[in-house]
């Protein structure tokens, strides 16, 4: 199978569309080889591209992630606490072949819900540790936040 691919340069959105604040974030990952500045300065942050469930086109989003021991990805589909899934959780469901940038470095992966119980509650307690702005969301929202398992395929 094939990765998806992103666009290295993609359209602007308006200043005050949803997404616009993202494609900043994007571009200066790219041109820096995945530092950014603001508050995700210092962070652990990736670029994740989904193929999009309806549109099937390329849909690329930054997101933090927590390197697991076995060399997977964890990632938070916490939509900034919002009462629903991103958008890029619903296009793992329908095709979980992603595209993730690291650094300077950009493979391919496949994505993997980590199911409810002892597993997520183990690796939502340890990530939430780290960034308590995880455990926030959660308490904001009634809908369980997903997390995802990113595994490199190359």
């Known amino acids: 199978m094939t ?3 992103f666009d290295p340069a993609p359209t602007a959105p308006a200043e005050d569309a949803p997404g616009a604040y993202n494609l900043q974030v994007i571009q200066q990952f790219r041109e820096n080889g995945g530092k950014v500045g603001g508050p995700f300065e210092g962070a652990a942050l990736i670029l994740l591209t989904t193929r999009g469930a309806k549109s099937g086109l390329a849909r690329t989003v930054p997101t933090l992630y927590f390197r697991q021991a076995d060399g997977s990805l964890l990632i938070f589909g916490s939509n900034g606490g919002a009462d629903t899934h991103p958008a890029w959780f619903h296009n793992i469901k329908v095709n979980p072949q992603v595209t993730v940038e690291a650094g300077d470095e950009t493979y391919s992966a496949v994505a993997r819900e ?3 119980g002892e597993q997520r509650d ?3 307690a340890e990530a939430s540790a780290e960034v308590q702005a995880f455990a926030d969301y959660q308490a904001g929202t009634e809908r ?3 997390l995802v398992l990113l595994s490199r395929r190359d």
């Open 114 to 116: 980590v199911p409810s």
């Open 3 to 5: 990765s998806v691919q």
């Open 144 to 146: 369980e936040i997903p």
């Open 122 to 124: 183990r690796l939502f």
